[in-house]
């Protein structure tokens, strides 16, 4: 099982190596996680306790990040660039963004409860939508995205942390996996991102 976990953890990070090696200037045509097998079915709950499933955000773009509520300094920083980045693409170009979702899906559900990812995403966007759900089925959501997590420390802890890969997806319309997003760029950088592949 180790090593299962690890060969999760830098499938992303392999994947983001390859993107930043592209020059700055070079505009693919094809998306660079196009194929890539990323994504899937879900049914979680979301902020206000309602049920949602991926089927939901069918003819949207999603911009998807998976951290916890409790996370003492990267999942705020992350999401905080996030939201600016989009903030500043729905400046730039409205229309587009409004097909844009942003979701944060919890990979601690013991702790992120609705009213917790609530307070949460009430941060960062008001269109933010937080999700959390059981144990399993955010291990099957994680595990469809390639994300990597485990409590680290004492798991009868109350005050433990979790570790996790940082990846952020930009998924298409149909579902399907488009590109990263780098959470942790400046604004205008995940802006163009954003522009690049969202139409």
Same mark, same amino acid.
């Given at each position: !099982?180790?090593?299962?976990?690890?060969?999760?953890?830098?499938?992303?990070? !392999?994947?983001?190596?390859?993107? $930043? /090696?592209?020059?700055?200037?070079?505009?693919? /045509?094809?998306?660079?996680?196009?194929?890539?097998? @990323?994504? $899937?079915?879900?049914?979680? &709950?979301?902020?206000?306790?309602?049920?949602?499933?991926?089927?939901?955000?069918?003819?949207?773009?999603?911009?998807?990040?998976?951290?916890?509520?409790?996370?003492?300094?990267?999942?705020?920083?992350?999401?905080?660039?996030? !939201?600016?980045?989009?903030?500043?693409?729905?400046?730039?170009?409205?229309?587009?963004?409004?097909?844009?979702?942003? @979701?944060? @899906?919890?990979?601690?559900?013991?702790?992120? &409860?609705?009213?917790?990812?609530?307070?949460? *995403? +009430?941060?960062?966007?008001?269109?933010?939508? +937080?999700? &959390? $759900? /059981?144990?399993?089925?955010?291990?099957? *959501?994680?595990?469809?995205?390639?994300?990597?997590?485990?409590?680290?420390?004492?798991?009868?802890? /109350?005050?433990?942390? *979790?570790?996790?890969?940082?990846?952020?997806?930009? !998924?298409?319309?149909? $579902?399907?996996?488009?590109?990263?997003?780098?959470?942790? +760029?400046?604004?205008?950088?995940?802006?163009?991102?954003?522009?690049?592949?969202?139409?």
């Amino acid at each position: !099982m180790p090593g299962k976990a690890l060969a999760l953890c830098l499938v992303p990070l !392999m994947l983001l190596a390859a993107c $930043g /090696s592209q020059p700055s200037t070079s505009l693919p /045509s094809e998306a660079p996680l196009a194929g890539a097998r @990323i994504g $899937g079915p879900f049914a979680l &709950t979301d902020q206000d306790g309602n049920t949602v499933k991926d089927s939901d955000f069918a003819g949207k773009y999603r911009l998807m990040y998976f951290g916890y509520a409790y996370c003492p300094d990267v999942c705020p920083v992350d999401v905080q660039n996030l !939201m600016q980045g989009l903030k500043a693409f729905e400046k730039q170009n409205p229309e587009a963004a409004a097909k844009l979702q942003p @979701i944060f @899906i919890s990979v601690d559900p013991e702790r992120d &409860t609705p009213q917790v990812l609530k307070q949460f *995403v +009430g941060n960062f966007h008001p269109r933010l939508i +937080g999700l &959390t $759900g /059981s144990p399993q089925a955010i291990a099957a *959501v994680a595990k469809d995205y390639a994300v990597y997590y485990r409590k680290a420390g004492d798991p009868k802890a /109350s005050d433990y942390l *979790v570790d996790h890969s940082r990846q952020t997806y930009l !998924m298409g319309p149909d $579902g399907k996996p488009i590109a990263l997003v780098p959470q942790d +760029g400046k604004p205008q950088e995940i802006a163009a991102v954003l522009a690049q592949w969202v139409r």
